[in-house]
């Protein structure tokens, strides 16, 4: 074999130095000599921000002890997926946007929405898999609603599917995903998991439930045709209520 005539595949991929494509948005829009850069001026292309509005697809509510309201809508027609959410003092004033105290827009689908035994707290779960500990007021900021992000985790490999919380003196909570996993957290200053269920489930959790009477217990269903009752306090916590039931459990 004759080594000389052989083609360098380097050189052969590499662009030649009078190929210069147009850098920017707006010279890509008015240049007609490279071709086939619509996906480029496409990523290019910054989204025009819009003001906060409540998205149209309202899938989540919440209410916490002393009345207060939040809605959650996500948006599923755009370039982008994402969400947002806005909260009132009253129920009567839904779906007034005026009225409402506080809002957020969010680059992501808001999955779960959980007000915690605090009235000013309340925890979000989202599509790419981040559990959210949100405050409505803090006296350090004085009279009146501060929203603000307390904490943020993200441990769920996908997107958080079910969420409750357990009703005692410890401020815990259990998350479910899409890949099977629960999670169980404390939450406070910050959010932290202490247990972690690699593969509660085959297939998406659909529903989490806590036993208002016992804080170690809760129940799971999924879309793997099970429902289980867990015991946190036992070294194998899952007890089968349902084992390839007819249909799944949405």
């Not at 000013?120 to 603000?148: C, H, I, M, Q």
């Not at 659909?206 to 879309?223: G, K």
């Not at 194998?236 to 209520?241: K, Q």
Request: with cysteine.
């Amino acid at each position: 074999m004759d080594y000389s005539q052989r083609m360098n595949m380097i050189d052969m991929f590499t662009d030649p130095p009078e190929y210069r494509p147009p850098a920017t948005v707006e010279e890509m829009a008015g240049s007609v000599d490279y071709p086939n850069l619509n996906s480029q001026q496409y990523r290019m292309t910054r989204k025009t921000s819009a003001p906060t509005v409540l998205n149209p697809c309202l899938e989540l509510a919440a209410r916490n002890s002393a009345g207060q309201v939040i809605l959650v809508g996500n948006n599923y027609m755009g370039r982008r997926w994402e969400s947002s959410f806005y909260g009132w003092e009253n129920a009567a004033d839904v779906p007034d946007q005026s009225k409402a105290c506080f809002k957020r827009q969010c680059r992501y689908s808001i999955t779960a929405l959980q007000f915690t035994q605090d009235p000013n707290l309340f925890l979000l779960g989202s599509d790419k898999g981040s559990v959210e500990l949100w405050s409505t007021r803090n006296p350090a900021r004085g009279d009146g609603y501060s929203l603000y992000q307390v904490d943020v985790q993200s441990e769920h490999i996908e997107a958080v599917s079910a969420m409750d919380l357990f009703h005692g003196d410890e401020n815990k909570l259990v998350t479910g995903s899409h890949d099977g996993c629960i999670k169980v957290w404390l939450y406070g200053a910050d959010l932290a998991s202490i247990t972690t269920m690699t593969n509660a489930h085959t297939d998406e959790i659909t529903a989490l439930t806590t036993n208002r009477n016992e804080l170690s217990t809760f129940a799971s269903t999924s879309l793997d045709r099970s429902a289980l009752l867990w015991d946190l306090r036992k070294p194998r916590p899952a007890t089968a209520l349902f084992a390839k039931h007819q249909f799944a459990f949405t």
